[in-house]
């Protein structure tokens, strides 16, 4: 049977800009269209301008408690860091989703908090990407031999 390694793995997790420069480059669009093109009273537009720079608001502090480092320990437990340096022990969950574009880790935290994680393959650097699919893909197989 394989034998997952004992060695820690440290992925430092890159911010994803594009997805900041989009939501910054809608959200500008559509307070403009609002502004300028709909036909609707002052105080209609004023709210619903307010509306979207609450949704950019609550999307800048989602993307802002991303991950920025997850470290494995052990082959369940892991430990994330914020980007604010505060750190989260958390348990590897069994469902974990591995292809060539994608990685989607589910996790536990001790307060039965479920954390998902999706790391897309330019959020890490090319090797980092690769071997955490490689890992990942023997823990499948390894609990698959298990049951």
């Not at 369940?76 to 348990?91: A, E, F, L, Q």
Request: aromatic residues 12%; hydrophobic residues 50%; proline residues 3%.
């Amino acid at each position: 049977m394989l034998q997952p390694s004992d060695k820690h793995f440290r992925f430092k997790v890159s911010a994803v800009r594009t997805y900041q420069a989009w939501i910054l480059v809608l959200m500008a669009c559509t307070v403009l269209l609002v502004m300028f093109y709909v036909a609707l009273t002052s105080t209609l537009k004023l709210m619903i301008i307010s509306g979207l720079f609450t949704i950019l608001y609550w999307e800048w502090q989602k993307l802002s408690r991303m991950p920025g480092v997850i470290i494995k320990q052990s082959d369940i437990d892991w430990v994330i860091k914020d980007r604010h340096g505060n750190n989260t022990s958390v348990v590897l969950a069994g469902n974990i989703y591995v292809s060539v574009w994608l990685v989607v880790l589910h996790f536990k935290t001790p307060g039965d908090k479920n954390i998902s994680l999706v790391i897309l393959p330019y959020m890490l650097d090319r090797n980092n990407f690769r071997q955490l699919s490689a890992y990942l893909r023997m823990m499948n197989l390894i609990m698959l031999t298990d049951e």
